[in-house]
């Protein structure tokens, strides 16, 4: 089935550590995006690429890193700099690069708690 | 900078009602709309798009309808059902820049 793949679930960290978020994608889309949501708040961006090997930051970049090395992989490292990891994550992909006009597509989410 | 605002934040409502949830937007210059419902802890899931062209856009018991002049949108439900039960956000496109979202209605419809 096509859709986007976000691993893992439910991911712990501990002070001080890096961690990655999964983002796999078959629909041949061209752009891909990472959000945050808080509870009962609304989604934040986080990163987004609109082509392989290039990305731009969104309003709340800080703590975060990304790559885009392949069209179907979008992973998101969370830093030790990112001082209130603890969130659920979205990655999402659509389209059409240079224009964000076509609907948009979801992951399932990753949980992320600081432990 | 384009802001997304919806209102009420919760609603609850019994099964059977009609509603209306409203969506207002900062920056009229949009290219486009989406309504979304995300149940919880899940993704989200594209459920209406309106063009800035339209003015509404219609599916099963669900119509949205835009008014871009003024900076809003509304989502209609008819007919409202338990399996409703789910927070609905509303995004704005500005066709440069990746979606706007707002905060969130969560409804409940009570059997």
């Known amino acids: 089935d096509g859709g986007i793949t976000q691993s893992p679930k439910y991911l712990f960290r501990k002070e001080g550590q890096n961690v990655t978020l999964s983002c796999e994608q078959n629909?041949?889309?061209?752009?891909m995006y990472w959000y945050r949501q808080d509870p009962g708040q609304g989604l934040r961006l986080i990163y987004y690429s609109q082509i392989v090997n290039d990305f731009q930051k969104g309003d709340i970049a800080e703590g975060y890193s990304v790559s885009r090395e392949k069209k179907e992989s979008f992973p998101l490292t969370v830093t030790s700099a990112q001082k209130n990891p603890t969130a659920f994550y979205l990655c999402a992909s659509s389209p059409n690069r240079g224009i964000f006009g076509n609907t948009i597509y979801f992951g399932e989410g990753s949980w992320l708690t600081v432990v | 900078k384009q802001e997304v605002t919806q209102i009420p934040a919760a609603l609850s409502v019994p099964e059977g009602e009609n509603l209306v949830l409203n969506c207002s937007f900062t920056?009229?210059?949009?290219?486009?709309l989406q309504w979304f419902r995300q149940d919880p802890g899940k993704g989200l899931t594209s459920l209406l798009l309106i063009q800035s062209s339209q003015r509404e856009q219609t599916s099963g018991r669900l119509n949205a309808s835009l008014d871009k002049s003024s900076g809003r949108s509304t989502l209609y439900i008819a007919a409202s059902q338990p399996g409703d039960s789910a927070t609905y956000l509303c995004?704005?496109?500005?066709?440069?820049?990746?979606?706007?979202f707002g905060k969130g209605t969560r409804l409940s419809v009570i059997a």
């Open positions: 995004a704005v496109n500005s066709g440069n820049t990746p979606l706007v």
């Open positions: 629909l041949n889309h061209d752009a």
């Open positions: 920056d009229s210059a949009i290219y486009n």
